[in-house]
């Protein structure tokens, strides 16, 4: 059984949480990488809980990161058979941080970078009802080497705006991932924007945290 998902949390600065935004760090990192986010969109988001939990899994290549699923490279069906089995831990950590706060399930977002955009997507799509919104930053959405794609699309029970952010320069998951993606859930009819920021690697720019906190303002601003 996995273990219960727990990480670092910034408080509303409204004072009171009135939505929740959920950020999934990437393969080798851990909750701390992207919790300061958080303290960066509460001008944008006053009213936002913030928590970014660790991944269930010590990372196999980083003594002290952790992991969503493995990642050896060498089996082609590797990412869609971790997200999968990830899901439900993850899917019960957002539902007992929600009752934690008193928010229905409309009132979550979820913010992924590489292997946690991974898990935000398959999640995120899946889930009753949906988020709010979705952002992903230098991930990919994770589709089966074998699967019909009408039984993929039977799978989807939920379609949230979603942003993909990705830089052109990124050398571990390419800018092709984007692209792969957003013609991915725009097949699904699930809305999709996207922004590329160039000169940019494996990482997130200052241009890409305002599109991804604004596109998350308007998407609650929306849901209210």
């Known amino acids: 059984m996995a273990a219960e998902l727990d990480g670092p949390r910034v408080e509303p600065r409204s004072g009171k949480a009135r939505q929740l935004v959920v950020f999934l760090h990437g393969y080798g990192a851990d909750g701390n990488d992207l919790i300061e986010i958080g303290r960066a969109w509460q001008q944008l988001l006053p009213d936002a809980a913030f928590v970014s939990p660790h991944a269930p899994h010590p990372c196999g290549q980083a003594p002290m990161g952790r992991e969503w699923f493995p990642l050896t490279m060498r089996d082609p069906g590797e990412r869609w058979t971790g997200v999968n089995t990830a899901a439900p831990g993850l899917n019960a950590f957002l539902d007992s941080e929600l009752a934690r706060r008193q928010l229905p399930p409309s009132a979550l977002a979820l913010v992924g970078f590489s292997q946690g955009t991974m898990m935000a997507l398959h999640a995120g799509l899946r889930r009753t009802v949906g988020p709010a919104a979705i952002v992903g930053y230098s991930g990919m ?84």
Request: hydrophobic letters at 45%; aromatic letters at 4%.
């Open 141 to 224: 959405l994770v589709t089966p080497e074998d699967i019909d794609p009408d039984e993929f699309a039977a799978d989807i029970r939920s379609k949230p705006p979603v942003l993909l952010v990705h830089g052109d320069q990124d050398q571990l998951i390419p800018v092709q991932a984007l692209l792969h993606a957003a013609r991915g859930l725009v097949a699904l009819d699930i809305p999709a924007e996207w922004h590329i920021s160039p000169g940019v690697g494996h990482g997130i720019d200052q241009e890409g945290l305002r599109h991804g906190g604004q596109f998350l303002a308007r998407a609650f601003k929306t849901r209210a």
